[in-house]
């Protein structure tokens, strides 16, 4: 028997000796063909790790049913893809929440700095703590995430700024992908900001990254893209020009935050880079984001930082639409401008301050934000191939996970064919 995709078509003599996992009775937003793809009344098989089988329940084959090692009646509840939560910056040390409330009461950024906040104290704080400090906290917002549905994380570096620091960082990324079992990319963000000890001496601070701590990632392969800060109070265009030249001679992938507070033309030469993605884009051109679709190069949208920064600027969503530029969501979780541990929350924020619709906003949170890591092959979306990581939600329709702020309401998580508990263990019951 072959397995058999979303249109009908055979795509091989995949079937295995075994069927793991059949879930019943269940409605299915699968998110193929950049659509909601619903099927109602379907069944799911796992095996091993991947998908095997999906469609309508009357279609089950006869024996699938016989074969399976276990079978989760769902009680007619909803299966979406894991969420991909594209763009976090998780691993820190430290609060700011004394900032937040400084912002509340008038104080900008600027004011904030120059007392010796943001940016900066995150950096203190992830400087002196220990290795074992920093695994302990990210492995609780990790925890954190996963119960909320997200099944795949992007983790940047980029509080240390020095190699001791942005390596410590860097391995405790690589040491949470080995705690849980959810998918971790990580990412080298060394050109974050511009650390105290280099103040007015911004290239010789490139200089170190290009030629010091771009070469030790690599070597020590402990991140699979690099990302640079481009905007006038953090990297100009022809510095993320000279970090990027460096990263395609290693191999390794690239990244931006561009266009977030003003138009530093980041986003086109991302994209003459053939970036994966460019995140935040407030500010974004159209000639740059004509560059984008050319290039085939992911828009991330951080609705969290637009609301917590009280931003007036959207990005240009209709632009996107236009130009058929795939469009993903996160929750760029993060201490100062995103503390933000909840991707239900991200989604009702993209669609009431960006104005998306709920299902491009879930299409964001699931099969974009794949596009935006390069994984859209594996994760992302319901298909037979792809990686078995799914959630069940108890709720009434898909749209619920963006309309229904402040709930999370998760049945259970599977991630690479298994269901997901606190303690990492299979779910036995």
């Given at each position: 028997m072959?397995?058999?995709?979303?249109?009908?078509?055979?795509?091989?003599?995949?079937?295995?000796d075994?069927?793991?996992?059949?879930f019943?009775?269940?409605?299915?937003?699968t998110m193929?063909?950049?659509?909601?793809?619903?099927i109602?009344?379907?069944?799911?098989?796992?095996?091993?790790?991947?998908?095997s089988w999906?469609?309508?329940?009357?279609?089950l084959?006869?024996?699938?049913?016989?074969?399976?090692?276990?079978?989760?009646?769902?009680h007619?509840?909803?299966?979406?893809?894991?969420?991909?939560?594209?763009?976090?910056?998780?691993?820190?040390?430290?609060?700011?929440?004394?900032?937040?409330?400084m912002?509340?009461?008038?104080?900008?950024?600027?004011?904030?700095?120059?007392?010796g906040?943001?940016?900066?104290?995150t950096v203190?704080?992830?400087?002196?703590?220990?290795?074992?400090?920093?695994?302990?906290?990210?492995?609780?917002?990790?925890?954190?995430?996963?119960?909320?549905?997200?099944?795949?994380?992007?983790?940047?570096?980029?509080?240390?700024?020095?190699?001791k620091?942005?390596?410590?960082?860097?391995d405790?990324?690589?040491?949470?992908?080995?705690?849980?079992?959810v998918h971790?990319?990580?990412?080298?963000?060394?050109?974050?900001?511009?650390?105290?000890?280099?103040?007015?001496?911004?290239?010789d601070y490139?200089?170190?990254?290009?030629k010091?701590?771009?070469?030790?990632v690599k070597?020590?392969?402990?991140a699979?893209a690099v990302?640079v800060?481009?905007?006038?109070?953090?990297?100009?265009?022809?510095?993320?020009?000279?970090?990027?030249?460096?990263?395609?001679?290693?191999?390794?992938?690239i990244?931006l935050?561009?266009?977030?507070?003003?138009?530093?033309?980041g986003a086109?030469?991302?994209s003459?880079f053939?970036?994966l993605?460019?995140?935040?884009?407030?500010?974004?051109?159209?000639s740059?984001?004509e560059?984008?679709?050319?290039h085939?190069?992911?828009?991330?949208?951080?609705?969290?930082?637009?609301?917590?920064?009280?931003?007036?600027?959207?990005?240009?969503?209709?632009?996107?639409?236009?130009l058929?530029?795939?469009?993903a969501?996160?929750?760029?979780?993060?201490?100062?401008?995103?503390?933000?541990?909840?991707?239900?929350?991200?989604?009702?924020?993209?669609?009431?301050?960006?104005?998306?619709?709920?299902?491009?906003?879930?299409?964001?949170a699931?099969?974009?934000?794949a596009?935006a890591?390069?994984?859209?092959?594996?994760k992302?979306?319901l298909?037979?191939?792809?990686?078995?990581?799914?959630?069940?939600?108890?709720?009434?329709?898909?749209?619920?996970?963006?309309?229904?702020?402040?709930?999370?309401?998760?049945?259970?998580?599977m991630?690479?064919?298994?269901i997901?508990e606190?303690n990492?263990?299979?779910?036995?019951?």
């Amino acid at each position: 028997m072959s397995l058999i995709d979303l249109k009908g078509n055979s795509i091989g003599n995949l079937l295995p000796d075994k069927i793991d996992t059949l879930f019943i009775h269940c409605h299915l937003a699968t998110m193929a063909d950049s659509s909601l793809s619903i099927i109602e009344n379907g069944a799911l098989a796992v095996s091993g790790e991947k998908i095997s089988w999906i469609g309508l329940e009357k279609d089950l084959p006869d024996n699938y049913r016989t074969r399976c090692r276990k079978i989760i009646d769902s009680h007619s509840r909803w299966i979406l893809p894991g969420f991909v939560d594209c763009h976090t910056h998780l691993v820190f040390a430290g609060s700011r929440s004394h900032e937040f409330e400084m912002r509340l009461k008038g104080a900008t950024y600027e004011e904030i700095s120059k007392k010796g906040g943001g940016i900066f104290s995150t950096v203190k704080a992830t400087r002196t703590a220990s290795r074992e400090d920093l695994l302990a906290i990210a492995s609780k917002r990790v925890k954190t995430l996963i119960s909320k549905g997200i099944t795949t994380l992007e983790i940047k570096s980029g509080y240390g700024l020095d190699l001791k620091t942005e390596l410590k960082m860097l391995d405790v990324i690589g040491e949470l992908q080995k705690l849980f079992p959810v998918h971790i990319e990580p990412t080298f963000l060394g050109a974050h900001a511009l650390p105290p000890e280099f103040k007015d001496n911004s290239d010789d601070y490139i200089d170190l990254i290009t030629k010091t701590m771009l070469p030790k990632v690599k070597a020590q392969g402990i991140a699979t893209a690099v990302d640079v800060f481009c905007e006038h109070i953090a990297f100009s265009l022809e510095q993320t020009k000279r970090v990027f030249e460096a990263t395609k001679n290693l191999g390794l992938r690239i990244k931006l935050h561009a266009e977030q507070l003003s138009d530093s033309n980041g986003a086109a030469l991302a994209s003459e880079f053939n970036a994966l993605s460019c995140d935040h884009l407030e500010y974004l051109s159209l000639s740059s984001a004509e560059k984008m679709a050319r290039h085939k190069v992911t828009a991330v949208l951080l609705p969290g930082a637009f609301y917590y920064l009280k931003e007036k600027q959207r990005p240009p969503v209709q632009t996107f639409r236009d130009l058929k530029i795939p469009m993903a969501v996160s929750t760029d979780l993060n201490p100062g401008s995103s503390p933000v541990h909840s991707m239900c929350l991200i989604l009702n924020m993209a669609c009431t301050l960006f104005g998306l619709t709920c299902e491009e906003a879930l299409l964001g949170a699931t099969i974009n934000g794949a596009k935006a890591l390069g994984l859209e092959h594996v994760k992302g979306s319901l298909e037979p191939g792809k990686d078995a990581d799914l959630v069940i939600w108890d709720i009434e329709a898909p749209s619920d996970l963006a309309y229904l702020s402040g709930q999370s309401p998760v049945d259970r998580v599977m991630i690479k064919g298994r269901i997901y508990e606190d303690n990492c263990q299979e779910h036995r019951g």
